[in-house]
């Protein structure tokens, strides 16, 4: 199976840089304090402090208080305190304490910096793929 990243990984903090998106050790974008996403030098995302997920303009999901995720008003999965990332109840993958994002085991991405809600949503939303 291809696993999807998310372009939406973002966090919330004082410097005016917070941060590179990293798939498999490769830089493929920064996010912004003020909580946009950008890939290439272009916008792409953002993640609002309400919990809104932006993309493009458009609010695509939510991630809620404890945990919930949702997509275009549907629960789609949540993350559990321990990093557990559940789909139905079924765990699909895991955040580590140290910013691994796993997949099946395997190490797919890095979230340093991020809540582990905001990480999650890489499972559920596809909006970049990386092969």
Do not use: H, P, W
């Not at 999965?77 to 109840?89: A, F, H, P, Q, T």
Request: charged residues 25%; aromatic residues 6%; hydrophobic residues 35%.
């Amino acid at each position: 199976m291809t696993m999807r990243y998310l372009v939406l990984f973002l966090i919330i903090c004082t410097s005016c840089l917070a941060g590179d998106i990293r798939v498999r050790g490769s830089v493929v974008g920064q996010v912004e304090n003020s909580g946009k996403v950008r890939l290439k030098g272009s916008i792409v995302g953002e993640f609002e402090k309400n919990g809104n997920i932006r993309v493009n303009g458009s609010i695509e999901g939510q991630i809620e208080s404890g945990g919930r995720i949702r997509k275009g008003g549907s629960l789609v999965g949540e993350v559990e305190s321990n990093g557990d990332v559940r789909k139905s109840g079924s765990i699909i993958g895991k955040i580590e304490a140290n910013g691994d994002v796993r997949e099946r085991g395997s190490i797919i991405g890095r979230a340093e910096g991020m809540t582990k809600e905001q990480a999650a949503v890489l499972f559920f939303f596809e909006f970049f793929e990386v092969r």
